[in-house]
């Protein structure tokens, strides 16, 4: 099924998750596939399954896992295709591939930059890579926004016109990058009513458990750190289990005003952690 249908039912509640490294070990792997059952049975409407960070993913590891996906759990699959990692051949050839494996969502996006250097430049921006993605097939295509606004773009107002030629090239929903300050959020969805953009808008979620992810987060371009969220977690650092319950409610207290808002669905960003999205789930089943 083409995932912008579930939009017939909102809020519409959805995981990302990791797909284990090729060179993981037979426990990591087990693991990742147990944890994989936990998140399954929760029931999102859909699971998106990443390529790798700076375009280092893999092909087979993304599409193999779509496919188990839908065939083991029945949940529609949604594959990462960053255009950074791919040029116009590689590109009909896993579209192809994704076909055959009754994959019928993309999610397209620019991809973080290699260090050593773009391999190829067929696509420099997701919009390319959703034009030509819309040419070779009818897949369903999400895009990636950014209510903090995209860390490359010179304001908010040109940030939106590049996201308007996004959807315009073909992008039937969005899943906005994670914000820790719902007001950017809801001042965003007013930029992109003025732009024209009509389609669904999924606010993308993730619970900070660890200093090490609040240090990402800060090096993360375009992804503010509101007051109130680094004085909890500063206040919590030297306690792991305390930090990451605190974690868990800052996530859910963002859910719970977003959901009485009447957003348009929630993007877990799971980081492959059943313990902590099994919690978010819990504290909003009876919201939804």
Do not use: W
């Not at 390319?128 to 107002?157: F, M």
């Amino acid at each position: 099924m083409k995932v912008v249908n579930c939009f017939d039912h909102r809020p519409v509640i959805s995981f990302e998750i990791f797909p284990p490294r090729a060179n993981a070990s037979e426990k990591a792997t087990n693991r990742f596939y147990a944890s994989l059952d936990t998140l399954a049975s929760l029931e999102p409407a859909y699971i998106s399954v990443t390529y790798g960070a700076g375009g280092n993913g893999n092909h087979a590891s993304t599409l193999a896992l779509c496919r188990y996906i839908k065939e083991h759990y029945g949940i529609d699959a949604v594959a990462h295709i960053p255009a950074v990692a791919f040029d116009q051949q590689s590109l009909k050839i896993y579209l192809a591939d994704l076909e055959d494996a009754h994959v019928e969502n993309v999610l397209a996006l620019r991809g973080d930059l290699p260090a050593d250097g773009r391999p190829n430049n067929d696509f420099p921006f997701a919009s390319d890579l959703v034009t030509a993605i819309k040419r070779e097939s009818d897949l369903n295509i999400l895009g990636a926004c950014y209510p903090d606004v995209h860390p490359e773009a010179d304001n908010c107002v040109v940030d939106v016109q590049h996201l308007k030629e996004k959807v315009d090239a073909g992008v039937s929903q969005l899943i906005t990058q994670l914000f820790f300050e719902n007001g950017h959020y809801y001042n965003f969805l007013e930029r992109c009513e003025l732009a024209g953009i009509k389609v669904p808008i999924q606010a993308g979620i993730m619970s900070v458990i660890n200093e090490r992810q609040i240090a990402k987060m800060a090096t993360m371009g375009g992804v503010g750190l509101p007051p109130k969220f680094l004085k909890m977690m500063h206040h919590y650092q030297d306690n792991k289990i305390a930090m990451r319950d605190a974690g868990i409610a800052y996530a859910v207290d963002q859910i719970v005003d977003l959901l009485s808002e009447g957003v348009d669905g929630i993007h877990l960003y799971t980081m492959d952690n059943p313990v902590v999205t099994q919690r978010i789930c819990s504290a909003i089943k009876t919201l939804i």
